[in-house]
């Protein structure tokens, strides 16, 4: 639950002038199914409802979600650091797409929604939210939402946070050279697979927090993969319909079902991306990109239609907060986003790669 990945650096044209990938679409694809998973879990408290996890009794479409938003970050920014001019480039970049909005997001959810639901402002030190700001961390105060399940302000946001890190290991990574050594970085993520899938046996209790660590890393490191391979990986529909039928077997297990999503529903995300496209479906997220917003505020709209109408359908709140957060992603795509992306012109030279231009 709570899951989510977004980059932006994703769509490209080609040498006629025709958008090339699916990724804007599959993105906002992703956030609507986290939206999805969100819905019956907030208003029942568990997922006897959530329809992946009925399906095969193990990912959520949450899960699934984020798995899929890692898997694009992995690839797309393995891709902008290998385009940038210096270190400092790939950082401003990086910075100027996930900062202001998180920003804005975070600081509406404690200034704006906590004390409307119970918060505790008061509680609260100027230090403390410093800090959380810094570090991508998702906003919390004290009382909100009291008498609900999950009472948090905006409970996806802890996966930023960990998208950021996989960004700085990118980046040390490839400053000592590790981003050419491919090999060596299919070991590494392999390992994180391994461990993920089979920490139950291997480590401790309270080892949890790491663990969102390994887990994320293995998942961003098959993306990367696909981008490092990309000479290597022939995208054949028949290979596709192959890990269509294995991914489909792996999912029932809970051992391998992350896995086998991270490597197999990789190959078919990516090939669903170069191949299965329309230049309407390709142009979702070209000149207008909401997928990040109606993530950053799918959550607190979600809890404050339940806690104005607490027996509202799982399915009724699926629709009205898909709706709702796609307009306020729309408004922070226009007054936040897109401003801030425009300030990379004064810091990031244009970059043009194998007769591509790289947005």
């Known amino acids: 639950m709570w899951l989510f990945m977004w980059n932006r650096d994703s769509l490209t044209v080609d040498v006629v002038g025709k958008l090339s990938n699916n990724f804007g679409a599959l993105r906002l694809l992703f956030a609507v199914l986290v939206i999805l998973s969100h819905s019956p879990e907030l208003v029942d408290g568990n997922r006897s409802r959530e329809l992946l996890t009925r399906a095969f009794g193990t990912l959520s479409f949450g899960e699934f979600g984020v798995d899929g938003f890692f898997l694009i970050s992995g690839y797309l920014i393995t891709k902008s650091f290998l385009d940038s001019s210096s270190v400092g480039n790939f950082l401003v970049k990086r910075v100027l797409r996930i900062y202001p909005g998180y920003v804005v997001a975070f600081l509406l959810c404690i200034l704006a929604i906590g004390p409307f639901v119970g918060g505790q402002l008061s ?210 795509w226009h007054l936040v986003e897109k401003p801030f992306l425009n300030l990379k012109a004064a810091f990031v030279p244009a970059v043009t790669t194998s007769g591509r231009n790289v947005l």
């Open 123 to 332: 509680t609260l030190s100027g230090l403390k939210l410093t800090k959380d700001l810094t570090f991508l961390r998702p906003p919390e105060m004290p009382g909100v939402f009291a008498g609900t399940y999950y009472p948090t302000l905006n409970g996806p946001m802890w996966t930023i946070t960990y998208e950021f890190r996989c960004y700085l290991l990118v980046l040390a990574f490839g400053i000592v050279g590790l981003l050419s050594k491919r090999i060596l970085l299919a070991v590494l993520t392999v390992i994180a697979l391994a461990i993920s899938a089979f920490r139950p046996e291997l480590f401790q209790a309270g080892f949890g927090y790491h663990m969102d660590s390994v887990r994320f890393a293995g998942v961003f490191g098959c993306g990367a993969l696909f981008y490092l391979y990309r000479d290597r990986i022939p995208y054949d529909g028949r290979l596709a319909a192959l890990s269509a039928v294995a991914l489909f077997v792996l999912m029932f297990s809970s051992r391998l079902a992350e896995a086998a999503l991270s490597v197999l529903g990789g190959y078919l995300l990516f090939w669903s991306a170069f191949n299965l496209k329309s230049q309407s479906v390709a142009a979702i997220g070209h000149k207008v990109d909401i997928s990040y917003g109606v993530y950053l505020y799918a959550w607190p709209v979600q809890k404050l239609l339940i806690w104005f109408s607490p027996a509202i359908s799982p399915w009724l709140l699926f629709i009205d907060s898909t709706a709702i957060a796609g307009f306020l992603a729309f408004g922070s």
